[in-house]
């Protein structure tokens, strides 16, 4: 069984959840885009667990795999894999040799990059992933194979620093000696990872030969690609399903199941449109706790959007659906569902891509009545059947919808608030 997973709106939408559910049945699970913007919490029996590298599979399969795709700061990894060595003793952990690496310097070209773009200031989560990308295109980039030549580091480095010499001006990179510490510096975290490193593309694929389950495991939400997403309010990776192969070196063509997680209703965090934006009331904010994994930033919260939903199942090509949060959506009494963009009073049958068509955008919405707190021991006991009649209309009603069928349902943030409509396998 070969399966990817994926985000469907805006990011944090529960994936980290979903994936350490199903990842059971998986013995490799592997990241294939972005790095450390994205935030992570598993939580199993009470105990958390927050990951911005590590895939989420990595607590129950027996491989973890960090794909060429994906922009590593070492540090954090280095953090991460002694969590996930006490949680998991006989985890095997390879890092792609291609993996580029993020450092403190496009740490601080993040920050600096943000401060000239003004209005179309992004809100990114100032971890370096723009500028990393940005380098990795340019051809200049640092990458985990070459950690363990500082000749190479140095000649990098400074071929980084001669092009963002502008943004640099301001910084300690200005010295010599502090570009020469950069590099000693991530030679020295290179030796620590160099037991790790591997050519994971041939690991996946030869992994694939003898039969294993292999899980694909996406960061953010198909509203954050960097070519489809609500542009320039992205993310610098491709996060659709799509990018398993760029980003890990394995064919798409041998995926038997893409699985797209949404949340009931919607977050995002950071700047950009969100035609379904609740403005004037927080109570979604507050009984969700939607403050962000990485930056702590309060989340923006808005209802349910289908058109997003349906431009962004076709663009992953969705066989199934996962639905998180459903347990907090059912405290709003009433609840709404984003079912039309209209421009002009008229309904549009396109996925805007201009801003200024954003701002015209009214959405026709649907309200329906809320189910309130659920007997949530009789419902994992019982399970779909037991559901709430209120939240059943819902869950039918995004079914009806986007066209595909809610496998899994989410009723909390431990493991097993989780109940299946169907066996999982
Ligand atoms: P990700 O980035 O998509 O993995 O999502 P995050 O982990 O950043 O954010 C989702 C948050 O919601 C986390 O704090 C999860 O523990 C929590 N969560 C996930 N699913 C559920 C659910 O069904 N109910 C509740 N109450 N919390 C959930
Ligand atoms: P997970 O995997 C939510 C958002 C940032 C910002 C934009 C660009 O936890 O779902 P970046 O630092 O990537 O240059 O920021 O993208 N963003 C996320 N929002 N969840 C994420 O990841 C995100 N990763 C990036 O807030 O708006
Ligand atoms: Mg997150």
Redesign the pocket.
Known sequence: MISVIL?MQ????G??KITDYISKVYDDVVRFN??G????TVVINDKKYKF?LIPSGALQSKTVILGNGMVLDLEELLTEIDVLKVANKNINIKISANAHIVSKMHKFL?KQEESIRSNLN?????????PTYEDKYARTGIRVIDLSDIEILRQKIGTIYKMKKELLKDSIYNDENERENLAKDLYSLGEKINCYIDYTETLINAEYKTGKNILFE????GM?DIDFGIYP?????NTIAGALSSGSGFSFRKVDKVIGVFKAYQ??????PFPTEIIDDDSLRKYGSEY????G?P?RVGWLDIPLLKYTSMLNDVDSLAITKVDILGKMDKIKVGLKYLIDGKEIDYFPKKLKDFEKIRVEYKEIPGWGDMDEEKIIDQGYSALPKNMKDYLKLIEDEIGKNIEIISLGEDRKRTITKEIFN
């Open positions: 985000g805006f990011g944090d939408e994936k980290g972005g790095g913007n994205a935030g992570h911005h993040d992004i809100g990114t989560t100032s971890m370096g992933i723009g996406g960061a953010q939400g954050l309010f992205v993310t610098s990776s977050s995002k965090v950071g700047s950009g962000g994994t990485t930056t930033r989340r």
